[in-house]
């Protein structure tokens, strides 16, 4: 597959570490993300167009009804899409390219019958997912707990993946992940940065 794009479906419970490890795999080189679109707010430090297309709500809708998303989900009350146009254009390019989803995006994005690798990122046990995420303090009770009982459903989705890479420290997670890429598309992982 040298030379060929690749797609690299990332998905893991909230909490778990995933966009830890995407960064991690960009500074290494190993891949690319893209800017998705939310109708969440930004985040204090967030840039729009470089973290996040922000839309409204209306907006997200008509680029629904465009066939602009590739898929496009519901999180925890907010819409969330990755635009088709770029994943096509990147591959074209050759490019490997990080989609950070939950398991409903990422079962979205299989039923397109694009060619696809798909990696869970599972915690090293529960309790060490519930510590990451009361860690956060992002959270209030409520939300914690929607969010703990979304994970338990993600985590038995597990199976549906190519590969499960626990993230007992993000930087061999993202090592491991580096040498399937590397292995999928016929080349040497990269360096350590």
Same mark, same amino acid.
């Given at each position: 597959?040298?030379?060929?794009?690749?797609?690299?479906?990332?998905?893991?419970?909230?909490?778990?570490?995933?966009?830890?490890? /995407?960064?991690?795999?960009?500074?290494?080189? =190993?891949?690319?993300?893209?800017?998705? =679109?939310?109708? +969440?707010?930004?985040?204090?430090?967030?840039?729009?167009?470089?973290? &996040?297309?922000?839309?409204?709500?209306?907006?997200? @809708?008509?680029?629904?009804?465009?066939? &602009?998303?590739?898929? &496009?989900?519901?999180?925890?009350?907010?819409? &969330?899409?990755? %635009?088709?146009?770029?994943?096509?254009?990147?591959?074209?390019?050759?490019?490997?390219?990080?989609?950070?989803?939950?398991?409903?995006? /990422?079962?979205?994005?299989?039923?397109?019958?694009?060619?696809?690798?798909?990696?869970?990122?599972?915690?090293?046990? =529960?309790?060490?997912?519930?510590? @990451?995420?009361?860690?956060? =303090?992002?959270?209030?009770?409520?939300?914690?707990?929607?969010?703990?009982?979304?994970?338990?459903?993600?985590?038995?989705?597990?199976?549906?993946?190519?590969?499960?890479?626990?993230?007992?420290?993000?930087?061999?997670?993202?090592?491991?992940?580096?040498?399937?890429?590397?292995?999928? +598309?016929?080349?040497?992982? %990269?360096?350590?940065?």
């Amino acid at each position: 597959m040298r030379g060929e794009g690749l797609l690299v479906v990332i998905s893991g419970p909230s909490g778990v570490g995933k966009s830890t490890i /995407a960064d991690l795999l960009v500074a290494r080189g =190993a891949a690319m993300r893209l800017t998705t =679109a939310t109708t +969440r707010p930004a985040k204090p430090g967030e840039i729009p167009g470089r973290d &996040y297309h922000f839309l409204t709500e209306e907006e997200f @809708r008509r680029r629904i009804d465009s066939r &602009y998303f590739l898929e &496009y989900a519901r999180v925890f009350d907010f819409l &969330y899409g990755t %635009p088709l146009d770029d994943v096509r254009l990147h591959l074209a390019r050759g490019r490997t390219i990080l989609l950070l989803l939950d398991v409903q995006g /990422a079962r979205l994005v299989r039923q397109t019958g694009l060619p696809a690798m798909y990696v869970f990122i599972a915690p090293p046990d =529960a309790a060490a997912l519930r510590e @990451r995420l009361r860690g956060r =303090a992002r959270e209030n009770p409520e939300e914690l707990a929607g969010r703990l009982g979304e994970a338990e459903r993600e985590l038995a989705a597990r199976h549906e993946y190519d590969h499960v890479v626990v993230n007992d420290v993000s930087e061999r997670a993202a090592a491991a992940i580096a040498a399937l890429i590397a292995a999928r +598309r016929g080349a040497d992982p %990269p360096d350590t940065p």
